[in-house]
């Protein structure tokens, strides 16, 4: 059965007005950090509005309804490369998006009103569409995940510009036949159902690198301190569970570090709270500017923080804890907090079959005598069968 252009227009249009609704409730209930969704909604009824204003071709006078109705698909477009642009953190070609609609009426103003060429005003304003997406196609290319969300959305966007390059280079080639918007032609409904086709498609790849990004926002968050920033216990156990196997596989070694700030109650005590948690935040800072990428730091709860040293012996391990106590005790500029302290104790994997409650009850151990030993200080595990006895005390008592 051949559809006639009337319908895949009403079509698209009311596939067009679902999409808006799915979008419009994913931008009320995502997280703000999951940006350009409300453009894309903006987008989506400009779209929606130039279907109806072509739906009335008839009805208003052609003069008065193609320049409004062709503008405002423009603007609906270029709305949707600002939401792209927008998602993915980049500065906004705002000056294209103007352009781009500006030009759609300098376009009609020409080849509508004083020189009328039905071929001239479909190959314009096909490369005005295409100056849009083929940009949104450089943003995802540029700056998108590497990963199958981010090629689906890059294809489809591809692809539209492609059929957008094919439509306005054979418009100028054959005259315009085929490419009357309400007329038809040989070629007619089908350019008008890919179109169509890609237009609706484009969210629902805008929605999936969307949602991926949501699903990565909400793994963080569950791995993640929400004051620090670093690793929580769950976080960090499943970065030690790749290390180890990296390390089994490898022979490397690994080493646990257990850093605790010094007499942290008193600075709660006596300059509040806000001020400790900025001390906290402050801490976790300094611990990570002294790590390599592969390694992972976690808060642990209260002013405790373990940090996990990949492919590292005693010696290096030793290092990054003289140079985290080295980066404390430089005044940093503009920084008003009280000073403070750590102490560190060190454990190195002495199997590869040890676990992570074996490193980190070593680790605790050795921190437990630093903390003994007249605090701020680095002090080094022995091994498990040398190890006295753990002393039965209140976890407040060991941790001051």
Same mark, same amino acid.
Request: charge should be positive.
């Given at each position: 059965?051949?559809?006639?252009?009337?319908?895949?227009?009403?079509? #698209?249009?009311?596939?067009?007005?679902?999409?808006?609704?799915?979008?419009?409730?994913?931008?009320?209930?995502?997280?703000?950090?999951?940006?350009?969704?409300?453009? *894309?909604?903006?987008?989506?009824?400009?779209?929606?509005?130039?279907?109806?204003?072509?739906?009335?071709?008839?009805?208003?006078?052609? *003069?008065?309804?193609?320049?409004?109705?062709?503008?405002?698909?423009?603007?609906?477009?270029?709305?949707?490369?600002?939401?792209?642009? $927008?998602?993915?953190?980049?500065?906004?070609?705002?000056?294209?998006?103007?352009?781009?609609?500006? !030009?759609?009426?300098?376009?009609?103003?020409?080849?509508?009103? *004083?020189?009328?060429?039905?071929?001239? /005003?479909?190959?314009?304003? #096909?490369?005005?569409?295409?100056?849009?997406?083929?940009?949104?196609? =450089?943003?995802?290319?540029?700056?998108?995940? /590497?990963?199958?969300?981010?090629?689906?959305?890059?294809?489809?966007?591809?692809?539209?510009?492609?059929? !957008?390059?094919?439509?306005?280079?054979?418009?100028?080639?054959? +005259?315009?036949?085929?490419?009357?918007?309400?007329?038809?032609?040989?070629?007619?409904?089908?350019?008008?159902?890919?179109?169509?086709?890609?237009?609706? !498609?484009?969210?629902?790849?805008?929605?999936?690198?969307?949602?991926? @990004?949501?699903? &990565?926002?909400?793994?963080?968050?569950?791995?993640? %301190?929400?004051?620090?920033?670093?690793?929580?216990? /769950?976080?960090?156990?499943?970065?030690?569970?790749?290390?180890? $196997?990296?390390?089994?596989?490898?022979?490397?070694?690994?080493?646990?570090?257990?850093?605790?700030? %010094?007499?942290? &109650?008193?600075?709660?005590?006596?300059?509040?709270?806000?001020?400790?948690?900025?001390?906290?935040?402050?801490?976790? +800072?300094?611990?990570?500017?002294?790590?390599?990428?592969?390694?992972?730091?976690?808060?642990?709860? +209260?002013?405790?923080?373990?940090? =996990?040293?990949?492919?590292?012996?005693?010696?290096?391990?030793?290092?990054?804890?003289?140079?985290?106590?080295?980066? $404390?005790?430089?005044?940093?500029?503009?920084?008003?907090?009280?000073?403070?302290?750590?102490?560190?104790?060190?454990? @190195?994997?002495?199997?590869?079959?040890? %676990?992570?409650?074996? !490193?980190?009850?070593? #680790?605790?151990?050795?921190?437990?005598?630093? &903390?003994? =030993?007249? /605090?701020?200080?680095?002090?080094?595990? @022995?091994?498990?069968?040398?190890?006295?006895?753990?002393?039965?005390?209140?976890?407040?008592?060991?941790?001051?």
């Amino acid at each position: 059965m051949k559809l006639d252009p009337a319908t895949i227009i009403l079509m #698209s249009t009311v596939m067009a007005i679902a999409m808006a609704v799915v979008m419009f409730s994913a931008q009320r209930s995502f997280p703000r950090s999951v940006g350009g969704l409300r453009e *894309w909604v903006i987008g989506l009824v400009g779209l929606i509005l130039a279907s109806v204003l072509f739906a009335l071709n008839g009805l208003v006078p052609s *003069w008065l309804l193609l320049p409004v109705a062709n503008s405002v698909f423009l603007w609906g477009a270029g709305m949707q490369m600002i939401g792209t642009q $927008l998602f993915y953190g980049v500065r906004s070609s705002w000056w294209l998006f103007h352009l781009s609609w500006l !030009l759609g009426l300098v376009v009609m103003g020409i080849w509508l009103y *004083w020189k009328p060429n039905f071929p001239m /005003r479909v190959a314009m304003y #096909s490369f005005l569409m295409l100056a849009l997406t083929f940009q949104q196609f =450089l943003v995802i290319i540029r700056f998108g995940e /590497r990963h199958l969300s981010a090629w689906f959305f890059a294809a489809l966007s591809l692809m539209l510009s492609a059929t !957008l390059l094919h439509r306005g280079v054979m418009a100028l080639q054959a +005259g315009g036949a085929g490419y009357d918007a309400m007329h038809g032609g040989p070629n007619h409904s089908m350019y008008l159902a890919v179109l169509s086709f890609m237009t609706l !498609l484009l969210p629902v790849g805008f929605m999936t690198v969307a949602t991926r @990004c949501l699903q &990565k926002l909400l793994e963080q968050r569950s791995n993640r %301190d929400p004051l620090t920033a670093v690793l929580n216990r /769950r976080g960090f156990a499943e970065v030690h569970a790749q290390e180890n $196997l990296r390390a089994r596989r490898q022979g490397t070694p690994l080493a646990v570090m257990s850093l605790d700030l %010094d007499f942290f &109650k008193a600075i709660n005590d006596r300059h509040g709270h806000a001020v400790g948690d900025q001390v906290l935040v402050d801490v976790a +800072g300094v611990i990570s500017s002294a790590l390599r990428g592969s390694d992972a730091v976690a808060r642990f709860g +209260g002013e405790e923080f373990v940090v =996990l040293l990949a492919d590292t012996h005693q010696a290096r391990a030793e290092l990054v804890a003289q140079r985290i106590q080295f980066a $404390l005790r430089q005044p940093r500029p503009g920084q008003s907090l009280p000073s403070y302290t750590l102490s560190i104790g060190i454990a @190195c994997q002495l199997d590869p079959a040890e %676990d992570l409650d074996s !490193l980190l009850l070593r #680790s605790d151990r050795a921190l437990y005598r630093a &903390k003994q =030993l007249g /605090r701020d200080r680095i002090e080094v595990a @022995c091994e498990a069968l040398a190890m006295p006895p753990a002393p039965v005390l209140p976890v407040a008592r060991l941790y001051t």
